[in-house]
T-cell receptor, first 114, second 114 residues
Framework: QKEVEQNSGPLSVPEGAIASLNCTYSDRGSQSFFWYRQYSGKSPELIMSIYSNGDKEDGRFTAQLNKASQYVSLLIRDSQPSDSATYLCAVNSISNFGNEKLTFGTGTRLTIIP | ETGVTQSPTHLIKTRGQQVTLRCSSQSGHNTVSWYQQALGQGPQFIFQYYREEENGRGNFPPRFSGLQFPNYSSELNVNALELDDSALYLC?????????????FGPGTRLTVL
């Protein structure tokens, strides 16, 4: 089982609609959760961080965390063509060597259709 | 702009050669993490440096090594390059070691091994 799983997509959403991106993780001890956006050929850019169960809103973005279900999601409201990118879910976890590290999913490719 | 810089931007090497990649962390950050991102994959944790010492390591062989300097800048060295080492190499800086703190990525170095 992968440590952090995301649907690779592509996910196509009409402009102005809500895009919903999902992520599950395997380490029940994880405490920190991040969403990064990555445009093709560029490096990841932080969108949201969330540490507690529930919702966290920032502009058009809402992160949702459910630790009991080991599930984190990102909602993008009023989707814009500029939101077309790959969205990476990242979770802190303990490595095989016993140290704490950030583990990424493979990313979901999102396309906003004008 | 995150304030994290990396050099060089692109690099082409041949199999068996050695390479050094450089990273300057964001002002005020004392921790640098290095990641390898193959095409179509999420970033994979290589190692992290905190106060000039390796603070954690992922599943990478010893030919991947690093340094952190007193000004918190860092180097990633890869010896005996293999074709599979071709990837985008990302460094990320943060204030707190481990995986709990937000990590900000530099623009990356694209390494091609022929």
């Amino acid at each position: 089982q992968k440590e952090v799983e995301q649907n690779s997509g592509p996910l196509s959403v009409p402009e102005g609609a809500i895009a919903s991106l999902n992520c599950t993780y395997s380490d029940r001890g994880s405490q920190s959760f991040f969403w990064y956006r990555q445009y093709s050929g560029k490096s990841p850019e932080l969108i949201m961080s969330i540490y507690s169960n529930g919702d966290k809103e920032d502009g058009r973005f809402t992160a949702q965390l459910n630790k009991a279900s080991q599930y984190v999601s990102l909602l993008i409201r009023d989707s814009q063509p500029s939101d077309s990118a790959t969205y990476l879910c990242a979770v802190n976890s303990i490595s095989n060597f016993g140290n704490e590290k950030l583990t990424f999913g493979t990313g979901t490719r999102l396309t906003i259709i004008p | 702009e995150t304030g994290v810089t990396q050099s060089p931007t692109h690099l082409i090497k041949t199999r068996g050669q050695q390479v050094t990649l450089r990273c300057s962390s964001q002002s005020g950050h004392n921790t640098v993490s290095w990641y390898q991102q193959a095409l179509g994959q999420g970033p994979q944790f290589i190692f992290q440096y905190y106060r000039e010492e390796e603070n954690g390591r992922g599943n990478f062989p010893p030919r991947f090594s690093g340094l952190q300097f007193p000004n918190y800048s860092s180097e990633l060295n890869v010896n005996a390059l293999e074709l599979d080492d071709s990837a985008l190499y990302l460094c990320a800086s943060s204030f707190i070691a481990g995986g709990t703190d937000t990590q900000y990525f530099g623009p990356g170095t694209r390494l091609t091994v022929l």
